[in-house]
Nanobody
Framework: QVQLVESGGGSVQAGGSLRLSCVAS????????LGWFRQAPGQEREGVAA???????SVVDLVTGRFTITKDDAKHTVYLEMNSLNPEDSGIYSC??????????????????WGEGTPVTLSS
């Protein structure tokens, strides 16, 4: 059974930080690709960060140097550490998992399941 449950979203001022968590069911956590996507109002969902089964990570250019993805095998949890947040980072952040055995940069196109999401709201 695939379950991906996000938490940690909220309202934060520009320049602030948040850490999102995604607790995955054992089956989901064993998938090769785990990652985070976001969707702003009126826009398409976009990939933010991904981590593959070998621990390699990939983040998109817009968040390079500000966002970090990590995972804790003992807790079946994937984290997204977000720093220096700006209003353009607002949106619903969703955790994702994918079976395909590709490397992290290719994980964004290989996700099969998504969680419900947690909202992140930036105020200037």
């Amino acid at each position: 059974q695939v379950q991906l449950v996000e938490s940690g979203g909220g309202s934060v001022q520009a320049g602030g930080s948040l850490r999102l968590s995604c607790v995955a069911s054992p089956y989901a956590y064993r998938m090769n690709c785990l990652g985070w996507f976001r969707q702003a109002p009126g826009q398409e969902r976009e990939g933010v960060a991904a981590i593959d089964g070998d621990g390699r990570t990939s983040v998109v250019d817009l968040v390079t140097g500000r966002f970090t993805i990590t995972k804790d095998d003992a807790k079946h949890t994937v984290y997204l550490e977000m720093n220096s947040l700006n209003p353009e980072d607002s949106g619903i952040y969703s955790c994702a998992a994918g079976v395909l055995g590709v490397e992290a940069p290719d994980c964004f196109a290989a996700m099969d399941y998504w969680g419900e999401g947690t909202p992140v709201t930036l105020s200037s």
